[in-house]
C-alpha cells in the first residue's frame, strides 16, 4: 500500500492579490515607538544614576576642584583623603574620629534587633496561620496599622517609659524600641510564609505528636531559609538606615551611623567639606548598597511579600 | 491532661511579645499620646486637663498651618511623580520583556538601587546636587547656560519642591517594582485577544490592564501616602525645614515641640491630627481586603 | 467562508526550529483540526496564520490574500484563546463589542452583531455580567461569541475545551459542531484529544515535531493511518503492535506465530509491525487464535479485555456482558482486512 498523499496538489496559478488595506507590519526592528521606549528608559537611568555618580566622583576630589570644576567633572587628580578623614577625622558632635564609632555602634545595635526580631516574628507569623489562636488576629491587626501610623505617635510615651525604666539611651533601650517598630513586617513576612506551607504538613507533625515548640523549630524552622534571607535583608537595612528612632532613644554612647552623619554634614560650623561629606555619606550608604547589589532578586522578593499583601 | 493543657496554651504565651507590643507599643502608646494632646502638659506630662485647647492652639499655629501646606503640596506631587515614573517604567520594562531586550535586569538594579539608601542619605546627596553655586546649578552655568539658575533649595516657595526631587527618586523604583509584578501577572493572552481585536497599545494600558491593576494601584497608594505622612528624614537632612520654616512638615513640627520646644501637649495634638488621615485610608483599605478574604 | 492557504512555512523560536517547511491548504467552510500531542508546533501553527507569531519564510494567504506580514486585526479572521482571554474588568457585551467600538464601527451595526451572536450562543440573559461571575463554559460561550461578532472569513480556536471538565466538554464540542453547521465559516481547530478531532472535523491534519503526518478525513485517518505514530495517537483503547515477519506468501508471523494467511497483494519477504484495533479483535468461540485474558476493563456499555498471545498484547473490545476472569484461555478472531502493516523502521505504512 503506498503512502497517503499527504498535500493535495495546489492548483496551477494562485492569484496572490496585492496587500489590501493589510499594513504592511514593520517587523523591523526600530520602530518610532521603541526608539521612544529606548529613550525613555535611558533618560531615566541617568537621573537615576546621576547622585550616585556625582556622590562618588565628589568624595575622590580635593576641596580646590570642587570649587574651580563643575560638579559634573570627573577628578583630575582623584585622591581618598576625603575617605579617610570621614573614617576617622571628622567632627561628629562630641567628639572628633570620624564616622567610624557610628559604624560600630550601628552593627551593634543592628546584630541583635534582626536576631530577635526575626526569631519572634517568625513565631509569630508560625503561631498565626497554623495555630491561630483567638483575638491574635485582633492582635495582628493592630500590629499592621501600627506599621502605617507615623512614628510621632507613638514616640513620647515610649521615651517616657524607658527614662522611667532606666534603660533610656542605652543600647538594650535602642534595640527594644527596633524591636517594636520591626515586628509587624517581620510578622507579616513570615505569616505570608507559613501560609504557603501546606497545611497537611502542620497536621501530620500533630499527628505524629509534636508539639507546638518541637514542630516549630524541628518543623517549621528548618524549611524557612528563604524567608529568613528576606527577612534579614530587610531588617538590617531598615535598622540601618534608621535615623529617628537612632536620633531618639540611642542616647550619645550609642549614636548610629545614621544620626552621625546628617550631625556631620547638617551641624558644622565654618566651611563645607562637600568630598569628606559625600565620603561620609557613601561609607554610611554602603552596608545596605552592598547588601542590595548582591541580594538585589532577594530585595525585590522581600518588597513583593511584604509591601503587597500588606 | 497536662500535655494537652500545655498545647493549647502555649500558643498564648508564645504569642505573648506580641500582645504586649501591640496592646502597650502601639494600642497603649497612641491612647497614652491622646491623652497627653487633652493636657496642658509642657516639657513633662501633666495631669492638667484642658480639653481640645491643645487643638485650638495648633491650628492658630502659623508654623503648623505652614506645615500642613507644604505636606500638602509634597503630598499630591511626590504621589503623582511616583505613579506616573514607576507605572512608565514598569510598561517600559515589561514590554522590553516581550521583546526580549537584553538588560532587564541591570535596568531593574538601576530604578531599585535608590531605595536602598536611607532618607537621610537620599537627603544629604540631593542637598550638595541642587546647592546654589556648586551643585547643578553652577553645573549648567559651566556648561554654557549663564542664564539658568536652580537654587530651589534655597527660595521660600520652591524648598519643598526640592524634597519631592529627591524622595521621588527614592521611592519610583518601589512603585516599579510592585507595579512591574502586577503586569507579569496579566494573562499574556489578553494581550493576544487585544491584538487581534486590533486594539492600539495605548488603550489596552488605560482602558484593559489599569483597571485590573487595580488592588496593585490601591496597595501602592497607601504606601505612598502613609510614605507622605511620616516625610521626617528627608527635610532633616536636606533642608532643616528650611530657609527659615519654608520647607517644615508635620513630622518636623511634633518633633521639635516634643524634644526641643518643651511643649509635649501641643505636639501629641499634632500626632493627632497627623493620625486622622493615616487612619482614614487605612479603614476602607482594611474593610475590602477583609471582605476580598472572606469572599 | 475564505480559504486558507499556507506555503513553504518555516517558524522558528528561541533559536529552535518548529515549524519546518509547511505546505497546506485548507477549503473554505471546512472545519480543519490540527491534532497532535504537546510540542508538535500545531499552537505556533495558528498563532502564525493569526499573526500573533512571525514566520522566518513563506507565505500565509487568507481569502486569496497574501497575509504573511499583515496585522492580526487586518486578516479577517477570530480567535478563541484557551484561558478565554476575557477582558475581566468588562461585561460581557462591552467584551463583545470593545474591537467593534476601537474600528468604529457604527453602533447601529454593533447591536446587531452583538444581538445576533448573543442569540446564537444563549448569552442573552449574561450580558450584563462580568467575567468574574460567569462559569467555565458560559465564559468560553463569551470567547466564542466576541469571535463572532467579527464576522470574520476564518475562526481559529486554540484548544478552547482544554480548561473544562469532561461533561461540559463533550456538550460544548456538540455546540461547535452545531455552529459550523449554521455559519459555514471556515475554521481551523487545534486540539490534543483525538475524540474532538474525530468528532468536530471535516479533515484531520496530524502532526508531530513541528511536521505534517497526514491529512485526511476521520475515517480516512482512523482507518489508513499513514505511519505508526498517526495509528498509535488516534483511537482509544490505542491499536496494539506486533513486531514480526511477512514472508514470500505474505504471511505475517510473531515469534512462532501466525496471524495473517496468504495474501499476494501484501509487500513480501520482509520485516514488519502489525497494527491491529481493538475492535477489530472478536472472542468467539470459533476463532482461529487463542490467547490468555490478563486483565478486564469494563466500561458500562462494553469491555475492553486485555489478552496475551505469545509475546504480544492485544486488546478486544466486547459488547456483551459476558464476564471473563483474568487466566481464561479464549480463542478469537482478527478482521484481516483492516488491519495495517508498518515498516519497523521508518514507521511509514505499508
Known amino acids: ?310 | 491532661m497536662a500535655t494537652l493543657r500545655l498545647t493549647r496554651v502555649t500558643p498564648y504565651t508564645a504569642l505573648l511579645p506580641m500582645a504586649l507590643v501591640a496592646a502597650l507599643g502601639y494600642l497603649g502608646a497612641g491612647l497614652w499620646t491622646f491623652y497627653i494632646s487633652l493636657t496642658g502638659s509642657r516639657t513633662f506630662p501633666s495631669g492638667h486637663f484642658i480639653g481640645l485647647a491643645q487643638y485650638h492652639r495648633l491650628f492658630d499655629n502659623e508654623r503648623w498651618m505652614l506645615s500642613l501646606h507644604n505636606l500638602a503640596v509634597y503630598g499630591v506631587l511626590f504621589v503623582l511623580a511616583c505613579l506616573v515614573i514607576g507605572f512608565l517604567l514598569a510598561v517600559v520594562i515589561d514590554q522590553n520583556a516581550m521583546w526580549k531586550m537584553r538588560g532587564e535586569g541591570v535596568f531593574r538594579t538601576i530604578f531599585l538601587y535608590p531605595y536602598a539608601m536611607s532618607f537621610v542619605a537620599t537627603g544629604l546627596v540631593w542637598q550638595w546636587l541642587l546647592t546654589p553655586g556648586d551643585g547643578i546649578d553652577g553645573g549648567l552655568r559651566a556648561l554654557g547656560f549663564h542664564d539658568l539658575r536652580f537654587d530651589w533649595i534655597v527660595s521660600q516657595d520652591f524648598a519643598i519642591h526640592t524634597v519631592v526631587i529627591a524622595t521621588v527618586w527614592q521611592m519610583s523604583g518601589l512603585v516599579m517594582a510592585l507595579m512591574l509584578a502586577g503586569l507579569r501577572g496579566v494573562d499574556p493572552e489578553i494581550w493576544k485577544a487585544a491584538r487581534l481585536d486590533g486594539i492600539p497599545a495605548w488603550r489596552v494600558y488605560a482602558q484593559i490592564i489599569l483597571p485590573m491593576l487595580w488592588p496593585t494601584i490601591a496597595t501602592v497608594l497607601l504606601l505612598l501616602a502613609t510614605a507622605v505622612a511620616k516625610l521626617y528624614d528627608a527635610v532633616v537632612a536636606m533642608t532643616q525645614g528650611g530657609p527659615g520654616i519654608a520647607s517644615e512638615v508635620p513630622a518636623k513640627f511634633i518633633m521639635d515641640h516634643l524634644f526641643l520646644r518643651s511643649n509635649v501637649g501641643l505636639a501629641s495634638a499634632g500626632a493627632i491630627v497627623l493620625l486622622v488621615p493615616v487612619l482614614a485610608l487605612l479603614a476602607p483599605y482594611a474593610y475590602a481586603r477583609s471582605r476580598k478574604e472572606a469572599a | 467562508m475564505a480559504n486558507v492557504s499556507l506555503r513553504k512555512l518555516n517558524i522558528v523560536l528561541g533559536g529552535k526550529p518548529i515549524i519546518r517547511d509547511l505546505d497546506l491548504c485548507v477549503e473554505p467552510g471546512e472545519f480543519l483540526v490540527l491534532l497532535g500531542p504537546s510540542g508538535c508546533g500545531k499552537s505556533t501553527l495558528l498563532h502564525s496564520i493569526a499573526g500573533l507569531v512571525d514566520s522566518d519564510s513563506g507565505a500565509i494567504e487568507i481569502g486569496g490574500r497574501d497575509m504573511t506580514d499583515a496585522d492580526p486585526s487586518e486578516r479577517g479572521i477570530g480567535m478563541v484563546f484557551q484561558s478565554y482571554a476575557l477582558y475581566p474588568t468588562m461585561t460581557v457585551e462591552d467584551n463583545m463589542s470593545f474591537g467593534l467600538r476601537i474600528a468604529g464601527t457604527p453602533k447601529a451595526e454593533i447591536r446587531r452583531r452583538v444581538d445576533r451572536a448573543a442569540a446564537m450562543l444563549q448569552l442573552d440573559a449574561l450580558l450584563r455580567r462580568k467575567p468574574a461571575q460567569l462559569s467555565g463554559g458560559q465564559r468560553q460561550r463569551v470567547a466564542i461569541g466576541r469571535a463572532l461578532v467579527r464576522e470574520a472569513q476564518v475562526f481559529l480556536f486554540d484548544e478552547p475545551l482544554s480548561n473544562l471538565d469532561a461533561k461540559l466538554r463533550a456538550e460544548l464540542r456538540r455546540e461547535l459542531k452545531l455552529l459550523h453547521q449554521t455559519l459555514g465559516s471556515t475554521m481551523i481547530y487545534v486540539t490534543h484529544d483525538q475524540v474532538e478531532a474525530m468528532t468536530l472535523a471535516t479533515r484531520i491534519v496530524v502532526m508531530q515535531g513541528g511536521e505534517i503526518q497526514q491529512i485526511g478525513t476521520p475515517l480516512d485517518v482512523y482507518e489508513r493511518p499513514a505511519n505508526r505514530f498517526v495509528a498509535g495517537f488516534l483511537g482509544a483503547p490505542a491499536m496494539a503492535f506486533v513486531e514480526g515477519t511477512l514472508d514470500a506468501q505474505g504471511r505475517f508471523e510473531a515469534d512462532g506465530m501466525r496471524y495473517l494467511q496468504e495474501d499476494a497483494s501484501r509487500p513480501a519477504g520482509r520485516s514488519a509491525v502489525l497494527g491491529i484495533r481493538p475492535e477489530h479483535v472478536a472472542i468467539q468461540p470459533d476463532g482461529d487464535f487463542v490467547g490468555e485474558v490478563t486483565l478486564v476493563e469494563p466500561m458500562g456499555n462494553h469491555q475492553v479485555v486485555w489478552l496475551r498471545r505469545g509475546k504480544a498484547t492485544l486488546a478486544s473490545l466486547v459488547h456483551d456482558a459476558r464476564s471473563y476472569a483474568p487466566g481464561e484461555r479464549v480463542a478469537f478472531s482478527i478482521d484481516t482486512a483492516r488491519v495495517s502493516l508498518f515498516d519497523p523502521v521508518t514507521g511509514n505504512r505499508l
Not at chain 1, 148 to 176: D, E, H, K, T
Not at chain 1, 206 to 232: E, H, N
Not at chain 1, 254 to 279: C, F, K
Request: hydrophobic share 55%.
Open chain 1, 1 to 310: 500500500m503506498k503512502m497517503e498523499s499527504i498535500v493535495p496538489p495546489l492548483p496551477a496559478t494562485t492569484p496572490v492579490a496585492a496587500p489590501r488595506k493589510a499594513v504592511r507590519r514593520a517587523r523591523r526592528r526600530w520602530t518610532p515607538a521603541r526608539i521612544g521606549l529606548y529613550v525613555f528608559l535611558l533618560g531615566a537611568a541617568l537621573f537615576f544614576l546621576l547622585p550616585l555618580y556625582v556622590m562618588i566622583v565628589t568624595s575622590l576630589k580635593s576641596m580646590d576642584e570642587i570649587r574651580q570644576g563643575g560638579i559634573f567633572a570627573l577628578p583630575h587628580a582623584p585622591t581618598l583623603a576625603p575617605w579617610r578623614l570621614a573614617w576617622s577625622g571628622v567632627c561628629t558632635g562630641a567628639a572628633c574620629d570620624g564616622v567610624r564609632t557610628g559604624f560600630w555602634n550601628s552593627v551593634a545595635i543592628t546584630v541583635p534587633s534582626t536576631i530577635l526580631t526575626i526569631l519572634l516574628g517568625a513565631v509569630n507569623g508560625y503561631a498565626l496561620s497554623f495555630w491561630r489562636p483567638r483575638g491574635a488576629n485582633l492582635l495582628f491587626g493592630i500590629l499592621l496599622a501600627g506599621a502605617f501610623v507615623p512614628v510621632q505617635v507613638m514616640i513620647y510615651p515610649l521615651v517616657r517609659v524607658m527614662a522611667l525604666a532606666g534603660i533610656f539611651g542605652s543600647l538594650p533601650a535602642i534595640v527594644l524600641v527596633h524591636l517594636v517598630f520591626g515586628m509587624p513586617v517581620m510578622t507579616l513576612l513570615f505569616r505570608n510564609y507559613y501560609c504557603n506551607v501546606p497545611h497537611e504538613l502542620f497536621q501530620a507533625a500533630r499527628i505524629d505528636g509534636g508539639g507546638f515548640w518541637r514542630i516549630f523549630l524541628q518543623v517549621m524552622l528548618p524549611m524557612s531559609l528563604p524567608v529568613v534571607v528576606v527577612a534579614a535583608i530587610m531588617q538590617v537595612t531598615g535598622v540601618w538606615n534608621d535615623y529617628i528612632l537612632g536620633l531618639v532613644f540611642a542616647g550619645r554612647d550609642n549614636m548610629p551611623m545614621m544620626v552621625q552623619l546628617n550631625n556631620v554634614i547638617n551641624t558644622t560650623t565654618g566651611v563645607r567639606q562637600y568630598n569628606v561629606n559625600m565620603a561620609a555619606t557613601i561609607l554610611t550608604a554602603l552596608v545596605p548598597l552592598a547588601l542590595y547589589f548582591v541580594s538585589g532578586r532577594w530585595f525585590v522578593r522581600g518588597i513583593a511579600a511584604g509591601a503587597v499583601k500588606g
